[in-house]
């Protein structure tokens, strides 16, 4: 298809949007691996929805067509054989082959037919029986609400029913896996659209709504089920890997008559009461409005049906799919949720950060504590059904335990030894290639893939856990009056209580984190055994304690885990406001998982901002002279600090509204803050700006910036906004917008380098060194401080009407003008007199107050 001149949009586009969507639109036609930027501001998101859905739009079209000429033209040769063909035998031949390349030809062309038919349907059904069936199943919900609160309490009950739940089955098949494999859809091309977060998702789903496609295109919004779950019982647990337990636990309906009468007798079920509800109301409902996450949970909720069920089942018809990161990248996340990458479009947004997600999806880190508490569980487990278990279940759990037991050497421990007990011998982190790993601490004659397969079938984690929620209470580990050891008094020790007391099982798992559990843990460490060798690094650091130490498995080549992701895609776009250094991504993702090079394709355009509305400046030196270096060695010195004070005094009184000041770290923006308070600069500053740090905690963030706008917003005299300080890389420097007056002034204090001591840190430089390029592993120590750099930067301006300034202060910013935002560049300037730096803020302020 040739790529159009015009876009569908929901007004008059930016020349730089249309230069967008036209890249865009030529790039998935081609067939090609995009790395598209576009500074935050400039409608990224409008652009990638006009751009690929118009190509989406026109290939369905065009593929029609295409299909129903074809068909026409072989019924016209077979017409014209009959009439002109005297040889009767070569007739009847040509005339086979050509009804055969018909029936291919119109078995696609009817599953084009039965899809826009089915689309039709739901269409109908969601406008005209909504309302009739919507009633129906609101009058029925309170009778499946009671059922659902009645079969919590007879549960306990059915002592027999709970035992054949814990034990492990006779045959270990994959069918034992109730997940349904959903049909692959064949009829149509999908676009799936990939982001961090579910709230980014949300936010699309807003642009989605105001776009010219609102009414044209079936878009499923794909989550977990700790999202979509409307089973109040089940949603309680919280934690998700409790979640996709119980929900495929109530899903199993094999009982007996005898069984099923019990039930009946007792108004209880084994079944979810929300399945199957009306799921085809449901994802008439889905498919025929543009719905975010909260609207389809509150859907399900109102119909009594599951939402989650309901979303899997409407992947086979959606035309955009959005997932977040884990669901496409991860494979087994991916394979789980009936995702077909084939022949499909990928768009990942916010990709800046991608090779950094993969790695830390495919990395594992377990602790001694972790370890012990998992040999704790299963051997109690093995210790009560050890004699109904065969032959096969008793070999693999025996090598589950040798295992285990094999992990805690690497600490110098053993199974009898406590998470308090203190660790001897070596204190150094070490690094092993996985070879080494298995070979030390002897677990190399181990089959890991049939160990790893075995826990997967037989659901041993389910069975395990709710083999101590039920049966802890009543197993009483030995004890000796004399001296406790081993298990006894490692359960002593965990739970805290008496040692003339009983300790349970239940009790240890109450003083567990409760947010996982320890063989989950495990088994995520074992399986990033499987990679190759060359791939990853095994890291051991020992702790204080044994049940401080930790080992963690460290993945070195997230294009590993992304070849299948470019083989199998027809297309693949990169998308994001500061995607530099491009290199990384041809480098590091695409060349290395085998792409070739001329199918790569760059695209990076200009802000929409115009550059008098905004002032940049690399400060490098404070009002007394002192020099900028916030280098590690540095950031004690009291001098720096109190010229660090004397600039923030200044621009806080010729900068209006707020401004937010980025620190390498949190323990940094302590001790400057700490620092600043002491010496009476808070206080000065207090006189102009009301003061606020950001939080450590996740669920205080909000808070703080609801307090921070609405003191920029309604200031109380004689302040004039609000001071933010915020840590690079942390909560704030990404993914948030601070516009308009919650930004007039982004500085960026220091240069974030990691810690270049690092053994994690080394040993990537290391790898990038020997196997993408010579200087790979600097670039990527000097990458990793100017991407989080650059990410403070794109907090401010976030629209064409915008104006904002941006200070980075510390010499060495005069060195890396070139790893900055190229719309920062155009206007960037290196100071060397504090006098010049302030006088033009305070000249640029006053022109925009003039203009308003």
Partial sequence: METPDVFPFPFSPYNIQKEFMKELYKCIENGNLGIFESPTGTGKSLSIICGALKWLVDHEKLQKEELTSKIAELDNKIKSLETTSNDWFSCQTEQMEFNLQKRTLQTKLDAILKYEKRMQQYKERSKKNHVKEKKAYIKSKSNTTNIQESDNASVDSQNDEIEKELLLGDELTDSENSEE??????????IFFCSRTHSQLSQFVRELKRSPYSQDVAVVTLASRHNYCVNKSVKQLKNNNL??????????????????????????????PFLPGNQELLQAELLSNIRDIEEVTQKGEELSTCAYYAVRKSIQDGQLILVPYNSILHKNTRISSGINLKGNILIIDEAHNLL?????????????????????????????????????????????????????????????????????????????????????????????????SFVKKSKLIHKLRGFIEHYGGDIKIHENKKNKTGITQFLTAISNVSKEENITSTETMQNEDETNSPLILIMNFL???????????????????????????????????????????????????TMEPVSEFTEQLFLAAGVKPERILTFSCDHVIPPENIISNILTCGPTGVEFEFNFTNRQNTKLLDELGRILINFCNVVPAGIVVFLPSYDYENTV???????????????????????????????????????????????????????????????LNFSDDLGRCIIVVGMPYPNIKSIELQEKMKYLKENVAPDAGQNFYENSCMKAVNQCIGRAVRHINDYSSVILVDKRYRYKMKMLPRWIQRTLSVSNSFGNTIGAIAKFFAAKRKNT
């Fill in 243 to 272: 979640i996709n337990e119980r929900c495929l636990q109530l899903q199993k309906k094999k009982v007996t008559r005898k069984e099923e009468k019990t039930i009946k007798r007792s108004k209880t079920t084994k079944s979810c």
């Fill in 673 to 735: 803050y700490e620092y600043l308070n002491k010496s009476g600069v808070i206080a000065k500053i207090c006189l102009k700006k009301h003061i606020f740090r950001e939080p450590r905690s996740t669920s205080q963030v909000n808070n703080v910036l609801e307090q921070y706008a609405c003191c920029i917003k309604s200031p109380k005299s004689p302040q004039n906004g609000s001071l933010l300080f915020s840590v690079i890389g942390g909560k704030l420097s990404e993914g």
């Fill in 527 to 577: 399986e990033c055994l499987e990679n190759k060798c060359a791939d990853g690094r095994i890291i051991v650091i020992p702790g204080s304690t044994v049940g401080q130490g930790i080992v963690k498995f460290l993945l070195l080549n997230p294009a590993a885990h992304f070849h299948d992701v470019v083989t199998e895609t027809r297309a693949v776009i990169l998308a994001g406001g």
């Fill in 181 to 190: 494999e959903e049909e692959q859809q064949t009829h149509n091309t999908t």
């Fill in 356 to 452: 950094e997600a993969i790695e830390r999806m495919y990395s594992a880190s377990i602790t001694g504590r972790n370890i012990l508490h998992a040999y704790n569980q299963l051997s109690q487990y093995q210790k009560r059904y050890q004699a109904l278990f065969n032959a096969k279940n008793v070999l693999h759990l025996n090598q589950l335990s040798f295992c285990l037991k094999k992990f805690l050497i690497i600490f110098g421990a053993t199974t009898k030894s406590l998470p308090t007990d203190n660790i001897s011998g070596e204190t150094l982190p070490k690094l092993y290639t996985i070879e080494e790993f298995e070979r030390t601490i002897e677990i190399d004659t181990l089959n890991i893939f049939n160990l790893i």
